[in-house]
Every structure is written in C-alpha cells, then in structure tokens.
C-alpha cells in the first residue's frame, strides 16, 4: 500500500479559492441547468457510460454500496487514479474500496446529479491537481487519498 504524499505548503489557501471560483461559476450557469430535468438527463447518461464501461472491463464483483454501483477488476488503463465515478457508477481496480473512499465518490455522484452534462467538461476545467480541483476539494481529499488525514 502506498503512502498519500505531504501536501505542499499554502494547499488550504489555494483550495479555498478554488471552492470559491466554482461557487463564481455556478452563479454564471443557468438555474434550469442545475438539479433539474435537463442535469438529471445528463447523469442517467454518465450512468449509461460508466455501466457500458464497467461491464465491458470489469473482471471483479459488481456491487452496490453508498449509493453507488462499483465495478472492480478494471485495467489500470481503463480507470485514471484510484477509480473514476461516472455518473453513479464508480469503476476501479482490483482492491475493494473503503466506505470512505466510497463516501468521497458519492460526492461526485451528487455532482454528476447537480450538474448531469455539464460535470465531465467543468471537471475538465478545474484541472488534474486534485488540491485546486473544487470537485476533489467538496468531495473530501483526505478522503479521496489526496492528503494525509489531519492535515
């Protein structure tokens, strides 16, 4: 098992303004496109891909847990860091994820439900650091593995 690195100095700061850029965000986006018909259209897409994905590469059990369906087994190419939630599919390699690690992806299953469509292009925008992504930081980064606990 690998160790979760020391963060560097000033990441709280720089994680506060990142929550905060995305609350900007969130205010410039139509009402009708956030936890509506339209967003909730655009998960049950996210949960078609990630159910088509998982089946497709899952070679481990299949199960639901915190909301969520977990597909394990996955290639490591097939999956970026520890897992990828989709929708409410969560897909991941072959260890069985911790009801921690699975608490932090049900965050990003209320995203993909807040913001259907819209979640994989301002994922994209908020970057591959998880310290200045917003969707990392409001799912938890001590739960995620990003940062040690109690940092």
């Not at 986006?29 to 655009?42: A, E, Q």
């Not at 921690?100 to 994209?124: I, K, N, S």
């Amino acid at each position: 098992m690998s160790t979760i690195p020391r963060p560097p100095a000033g990441w709280r700061e720089r994680a506060d303004r990142a929550l905060a850029r995305g609350r900007m965000w969130d205010r410039l986006i139509p009402g009708i496109l956030l936890d509506s018909p339209i967003s909730r259209v655009g998960y049950w897409y996210g949960c078609t891909v990630g159910w088509v994905w998982g089946s497709l590469w899952s070679t481990g059990r299949v199960e639901k847990r915190h909301g969520l369906w977990v597909f394990r087994g996955l290639p490591s190419w097939a999956f970026p860091r520890g897992g990828v939630c989709v929708g409410g599919c969560f897909l991941t390699g072959d260890d069985r994820p911790t009801d921690t690690v699975l608490g932090h992806e049900a965050v990003h299953r209320r995203q993909w439900q807040r913001y259907g469509f819209l979640m994989p292009v301002l994922y994209a925008l908020a970057g591959r650091d998880p310290l200045r992504n917003r969707f990392e930081i409001e799912a938890g980064l001590a739960e995620g593995n990003y940062v040690p606990r109690g940092s």
